[in-house]
Antibody
Framework: EVQLLESGGGLVQPGGSLRLSCAAS????????MSWVRQAPGKGLEWVSA????????YYADSVKGRFTISRDNSKNTLYLQMNSLRAEDTALYYC???????????????WGKGTTVTVSS | QSALTQPASVSGSPGQSITISCTGT?????????VSWYQQHPGKAPKLMIY???NRPSGVSNRFSGSKSGNTASLTISGLQAEDEADYYC??????????FGGGTKLTVL
């Protein structure tokens, strides 16, 4: 069974940093692009970032470019999101999601984790 | 990148059909056949319902169908059931090599 399990969320002050992790199982992790999608409380979905299967190509939403860094360790089947210079508007539930085969960034997400909550507040 | 435009809410009675629209631009919805739709029940993760405009993943009911005309994509749910009550989001690949979501539509089954 394909599973994605996010971790690393928590409460952080504005300007602080946090690293999210997503442990993948049940599929050949290195063969698939992966994405992070977030959802602010009571709001809609927002695509944040994506990375190719090999990790050589990365993609970011304008709202996080220069502050967030996506990466992956295929030997550990784990996806990461390093979040720096955090702002109140980054407060959200962060989902890890798997892309279909044959796409370097993932034109859609076919499997989602349950999410990890990030709260940016003083 | 601006969010795609969806109606805030739609409703229908059991057994009826409803359609949710998703309007973008020639740089996203109109430019690529890479529109997807997601269903999200309260407190749950999104679930893929339609990909590449018209395709249904294995396990998704054939009551769900997708289409596109110009810069507007649509999700149609036929034979509405109580379990279909949820939030629905469209998404599209963009010319900026990003993905963009719609604002979401709350479906109420009367």
């Amino acid at each position: 069974e394909v599973q994605l399990l996010e971790s690393g969320g928590g409460l952080v002050q504005p300007g602080g940093s946090l690293r999210l992790s997503c442990a993948a199982s049940g599929f050949t992790f290195s063969s698939y692009a992966m994405s992070w999608v977030r959802q602010a409380p009571g709001k809609g979905l927002e695509w944040v970032s994506a990375i190719s299967g090999g990790g050589g190509s990365t993609y970011y939403a304008d709202s996080v470019k220069g502050r967030f860094t996506i990466s992956r360790d295929n030997s550990k089947n784990t996806l990461y999101l390093q979040m720096n210079s955090l702002r109140a508007e980054d407060t959200a539930l962060y989902y890890c999601a798997k892309a279909p085969a044959g796409s370097s960034m993932g034109r859609y997400m076919d499997v989602w984790g349950k999410g990890t909550t990030v709260t940016v507040s003083s | 990148q601006s969010a795609l435009t969806q109606p805030a809410s739609v409703s229908g009675s059991p057994g009826q059909s409803i359609t949710i629209s998703c309007t973008g631009t020639s740089s996203d919805v109109g430019g690529y056949n890479y529109v997807s739709w997601y269903q999200q029940h309260p407190g749950k993760a999104p679930k893929l319902m339609i990909y590449d405009v018209t395709n249904r993943p294995s396990g998704v009911s054939n009551r769900f169908s997708g289409s596109k005309s110009g810069n507007t994509a649509s999700l149609t749910i036929s034979g509405l059931q109580a379990e279909d009550e949820a939030d629905y989001y469209c998404s599209s690949y963009t010319s900026s090599t990003t993905l963009v979501f719609g604002g979401g539509t709350k479906l109420t089954v009367l």
